[in-house]
């Protein structure tokens, strides 16, 4: 996707958006009521199956309402894409806070996703059922973490702090290493009474990231040397 791409998604469906009637603290009220509500409905029922009238029901809010924010179940779709990775991200980000070295931040970033996964397991199925619905919306999700991620590791790399590895082929596998850990010890888990765990399981999470930090720790010559320009673009 282009720039431009993106930029049409985020104007279409930004839940952060300046138009009115979301200026006010009552619309952006209104609009948090609408879109926590489809979260529930997406996550319990799907996409197809989810429908705006459910949506309003489960908000408490007018069906007439709902079209002062919105245009369409589509839009709202992709507004809670939208909504839930922002949140991700700055769990991720409030977590790192205070970390003085790349893999204690890695460890840090990787603890807040794990507690947001634990507590809005929508994010995977409202995610999965994006590269149908939204292929657009899909995209830019994960662009903007890996961004973010490929930032803070070339700075890390400047410092010494990480090897040589390609940064935006090591913030791919990073975060394919989260998602699907996270899928397998959380959401798939389930206690006697049929309940997921709040957090992931501490000894997984240790072997998760020995496995990391092995990954990234510099060797000998690694020591502030980034890629080159040519080969980080596979030249």
């Known amino acids: 996707m282009t ?8 104007r279409r469906a930004d839940p952060q958006s300046a138009d009115a009637p979301r200026r006010t603290k009552r619309g952006q009220a209104t609009q948090r009521k609408l879109l926590e509500a489809a979260e529930e409905v997406f996550a319990e029922l799907g996409y197809h199956e989810a429908s705006v009238v459910k949506i309003t029901e489960r908000a408490g809010i007018g069906l007439g309402t709902f079209y002062l924010y919105f245009d369409s179940k589509r839009t709202i779709f992709e507004a809670l894409v939208i909504d839930l990775n922002r949140r991700v991200r700055h ?12 893999l204690e931040a890695e460890r840090a970033g990787f603890a807040g996703f794990f507690r947001f996964t634990a507590e809005h397991p929508a994010l995977y199925r409202v995610v999965r059922e994006a590269e149908q619905v939204s292929p657009e919306v899909l995209h830019l ?3 903007r973490i890996v961004d973010g991620y490929v930032e803070g590791l070339r700075a890390a790399q400047a410092a010494g702090e990480v090897s040589d590895i390609d940064p935006e082929v090591a913030a791919w596998a990073l975060m394919g290493i989260g998602e699907l850990v996270g899928a397998r010890y959380i959401l798939w888990e389930r206690d006697a009474d049929d309940r997921r765990p709040t957090e992931i399981d501490p000894h ?10 092995t990954a990234l720790a510099p060797g000998p010559g690694d020591e502030g040397r980034a890629l080159p320009a040519d080969e980080e673009a596979g030249q």
């Open 91 to 102: 769990s991720m980000a409030e977590a790192m806070q205070g970390a003085s070295t790349r």
């Open 3 to 10: 720039a431009s791409d993106f930029s049409e998604v985020e």
């Open 141 to 143: 999700h994960y662009t």
């Open 204 to 213: 997984v999470f240790d072997h998760m990231m020995r496995f990391i930090e």
